[in-house]
Nanobody, 117 residues
Framework: QVQLVESGGSLVQPGGSLKLSCAAS????????MGWYRQAPGKQRELVAR???????EYADSVKGRFTISRDNVKNTVYLQMNSLKPEDTAVYYC???????????WGQGTQVTVSS
């Protein structure tokens, strides 16, 4: 069973930083597309950042220049470094991996990020 476990969410003041982690088991992140999504209360889930196989990274316009997605192939973990956080970044953040072999989407349980003074 594929498992994605997110961590790193917290309450942070505007302008602060957080680093989210998503540790994967039973799936190899380096050979499958992956990304971070978020869902704020009353809103649809939206793409934040993703790693596209052979094409690099992609970011939502709202986070460009502030967020960075990265991957550690040894630890089989994907990260989301978030800087200059704003109240509108408040949401539950989810890790997503698409298994090319199984043609299936996998999601983590989510981690809460709250940006407030």
């Amino acid at each position: 069973q594929v498992q994605l476990v997110e961590s790193g969410g917290s309450l942070v003041q505007p302008g602060g930083s957080l680093k989210l982690s998503c540790a994967a088991s039973r799936i190899i992140l380096s050979i499958n597309p992956m990304g971070w999504y978020r869902q704020a209360p009353g809103k649809q889930r939206e793409l934040v950042a993703r790693i596209i196989m052979g094409r690099g990274t992609e970011y939502a316009d709202s986070v460009k220049g502030r967020f960075t997605i990265s991957r550690d192939n040894v630890k089989n973990t994907v990260y989301l470094q978030m800087n200059s956080l704003k109240p509108e970044d408040t949401a539950v953040y989810y890790c997503n991996v698409f298994s090319v072999r199984a043609r299936a989407d996998y999601w983590g349980q989510g981690t809460q990020v709250t940006v407030s003074s």
